[in-house]
């Protein structure tokens, strides 16, 4: 399963790769339902980067995330921090933004040349959708699901790691508001876990 699959026939937009993140993943005890088990969101915020901020990159890509584990692997060391027991993540991104209010799907200003050196990921395994609000330009803020807790409101609609299992349900909640909860514009990225050189 991959997120390109589940693009529909005639969609407009198109699903690209833009980058990796090493995290340290949390468990679900703070969250319904009860059949959530971990936090795999694009954010930060409940399942933490492996440094304290992604503003010390030196060089982020377009979308603030890594080209490849290994140059997590090379921050890492540069800043003494240790990897272990960190998860690498791989994501893909939907072209398209959602505008919450108006309800209108539109072009995102991503600079998709800036993305080009993003290495294969190795044995990716997809994990599902995450909504996530883009409104400072390419960083991501809230992973509305589990940051503003609106895995409450679509209990049916999220799996075990808290994001939805398919495009079309991530859209559909975007497009009725049900996990509206941060100004947007919300972005639909697809989320893989990854073998890393670290482990």
Known sequence: ??????????????????????????AANMLEPKHIREIYSVSGHISPYFMKSRFRLKEPNAYCLFNSPAEIQAEAENGGVDLEGAAAFYYEAYSREFVEGACVWQSSETNWDGLK??????????????AVT??????????????????????????????????????????????????????????YTVRAPWE
């Not at 390109?4 to 833009?18: K, T």
């Not at 050196?117 to 995450?130: K, L």
Request: net charge negative; proline share 8%.
């Open 1 to 26: 399963m991959n997120a390109l699959a589940q693009l529909p026939e005639g969609a407009e937009g198109f699903i690209r790769p833009v980058g990796y993140m090493a995290k340290r993943i949390k």
């Open 117 to 130: 050196q993003i290495a294969p990921p190795v044995e990716p395994v997809f994990r599902g959708f995450d």
């Open 134 to 191: 883009y409104c400072g330009g390419n960083d991501a803020e809230c992973s509305t699901l589990s940051c503003n807790y609106m895995a409450h409101e679509t209990p049916d609609a999220v799996n075990a790691y808290c994001l939805f299992d398919t495009f079309e349900t991530a859209v559909e909640n975007l497009e009725k508001e049900r996990i509206i909860a941060e100004p947007g514009p919300y972005r639909l990225l697809a989320v």
